[in-house]
């Protein structure tokens, strides 16, 4: 409820610097700028969902490795380090190894200003596999938003139909149903994220 309070803020004010955690370059709060191309899916995200897609089987005749390089290149040549693919994609821990693990993570890096395709790819597949830091509500990353206070009262049958059908997991509890941390339909059955 207090977001302006997370890692250790002292500073309660609404939207205040925050000492205690990572902040953007001022470049990105800009409207517009060289490397604040505005985009509904980036060249790379398209390669890395078509690798996803050939090593699940799903795209015959597509070939995983070649995607998966493709989309590693397009994200390096979104920010203006295409020169530098080559070199990158010969480290060993960012070599195509054909696992979804290696895929998703280097999808999740390229994805680092699309914050909630990242977080959806997390939630989806549990790669990369991310921690929680010392302070946290819960020991970790939330599955879903809650459903508002505003989303019940002015829906409520629908809010209430939707928060009955969640699937309640070890880190629901004190929350209830409506739990960040509560599988909606979608994620019910998998084992993923943890």
């Known amino acids: ?31 517009s700028g060289p490397l604040l191309k505005a985009r509904m899916m980036s060249a790379a995200e ?25 989309g590693v290149s397009a994200s390096l040549t979104a920010w203006e380090l295409g020169d ?5 994609l010969a480290q060993e821990l960012v070599t195509f190894d054909g696992s979804l693990e290696r895929l998703i993570e280097q999808k999740w890096i390229s994805s680092w200003t699309a914050a909630a395709e990242a977080w959806f790819d997390y939630r989806r597949t549990g790669f990369p596999q991310l921690t929680t830091g010392d302070f946290v509500k819960r020991p970790r990353i939330p599955l879903r938003l809650y459903y508002s206070n505003d ?7 629908n ?25 909606m339909w979608l994620l019910q059955g998998v084992e993923g994220p943890w």
């Open 159 to 183: 809010a209430e139909a939707a928060i009955d059908r969640l699937e309640t997991t070890e880190f629901s509890a004190p929350d209830g149903n409506n739990s960040a941390w509560s599988r």
């Open 151 to 157: 989303e019940i009262d002015f829906n409520r049958s």
């Open 84 to 88: 530098a693919s080559g070199p990158y």
């Open 1 to 31: 409820n207090v977001p302006q309070a997370y890692n250790l803020n002292p500073n309660l004010e609404q939207a205040p610097d925050n000492p205690h955690a990572s902040h953007l370059n001022d470049r990105y709060r800009n409207a």
């Open 46 to 70: 398209v390669h890395f969902i078509l690798a996803e897609a050939a090593l699940l089987g799903w795209n015959s005749g597509a070939d995983a490795t070649q995607a998966y390089n493709n």
